[in-house]
């Protein structure tokens, strides 16, 4: 039997990028340019602020954490902050419009750990990147653009997913960026999946989303409380023996960044038995580490507007 996610459960909530709007924004990008674009993001930002109140308090609560947990980050939880923080997501999508084209300055790119991509295409090697909803992951286009053809399968639960790829196949985007609609784990997309990674192909899935279905998932610390993060990478990872690496983008001082770590050479996890559950929280508890290091490092950029915690944060905190 199907089981329809609860309100509160993020895949319930209406997409704000939807596909008509998506390709409205392209439309005014390529004619006008970046000038007539962020002219109509404040009102539609600003609506969806206004009018989205599940959203704005998921903002309100993920700040108030933020500045418990990195008090020295002085950043305040109120209305103001989060409207700046639904601000950042706006610009995101002017991102996403420029990555999808093509048009990423490499030079404006810092990408430290260039070399650790390098090495694995010269090994013909495939691997897993978990990434999750801070910044923009299409800054991975310029990840694609690299020395010779990367291909970049990004896995991701939204039904719309051929229809992206559709609008970015038709926009001059690259055509080594595919997204796979994984709702559900079958035998025939975990053998494509493979097949994918036998040929050196790279698979991108985020940590910091719980699967629509619901169960699978760990619950550990992230700022402070305990949330629930998914088993989905953990287990896809060591179902397919492929190397695991963290893959983090987002702007940074008018410039971005992209952040690639090694996570694991490779991960077993045990079909039963006490020691399954307990690996699989460590290895979520280390994600959920490297995801509070970049959102110290890019406060407002960390993209979850849905109640994320069981409990909310206590509102006395905020300014």
């Excluded at 199907?2 to 439309?27: C, R």
Aim: hydrophobic residues 45%; charged residues 20%.
């Amino acid at each position: 039997m199907t089981t329809e996610p609860s309100p509160k459960h993020w895949a319930a909530l209406e997409e704000s990028s939807l596909i008509w709007g998506i390709k409205t924004l392209v439309w005014i990008y390529r004619i006008f340019g970046r000038w007539a674009f962020r002219l109509i993001l404040m009102p539609v930002v600003s609506f969806y602020f206004v009018s989205g109140g599940m959203a704005r308090a998921a903002s309100m609560d993920y700040l108030r954490r933020l500045r418990r947990y990195f008090p020295e980050l002085r950043i305040g939880g109120g209305w103001w902050q989060s409207y700046r923080h639904f601000l950042a997501f706006g610009e995101t999508l002017l991102d996403k419009i420029i990555a999808w084209m093509g048009h990423i300055d490499a030079d404006r790119i810092d990408f430290p750990n260039r070399p650790l991509l390098l090495e694995l295409l010269a090994q013909k090697r495939g691997a897993m990147l978990v990434s999750g909803h801070i910044g923009n992951l299409e800054i991975c286009q310029a990840i694609a653009n690299l020395r010779g053809h990367i291909h970049l399968n990004i896995l991701v639960h939204t039904r719309h997913a051929e229809k992206f790829n559709r609008l970015l196949g038709g926009n001059g985007g690259s055509a080594t960026i595919r997204l796979i609609q994984v709702t559900e784990l079958n035998p025939a997309i975990a053998i494509e999946l493979q097949e994918k990674i036998e040929r050196g192909e790279f698979l991108v899935m985020v940590g910091d989303r719980v699967p629509v279905r619901g169960g699978r998932t760990v619950s550990v610390p992230f700022l402070g409380a305990d949330a629930a993060f998914p088993q989905g990478p953990y287990l896809l990872a060591s179902l397919l023996r492929c190397p695991v690496f963290t893959l983090f983008c987002y702007p940074r001082q008018g410039r971005y960044f992209i952040d690639l770590q090694p996570f694991a050479e490779a991960i077993r996890i045990p079909r039963a038995g006490p020691s399954r559950q307990e690996l699989l929280k460590s290895l979520a508890r280390r994600y959920a580490e490297q995801l509070e290091t970049h959102c110290r490092i890019a406060p407002l950029q960390w993209f979850n507007f849905y109640p994320y915690w069981e409990a909310p944060a206590e509102e006395e905190d905020a300014p």
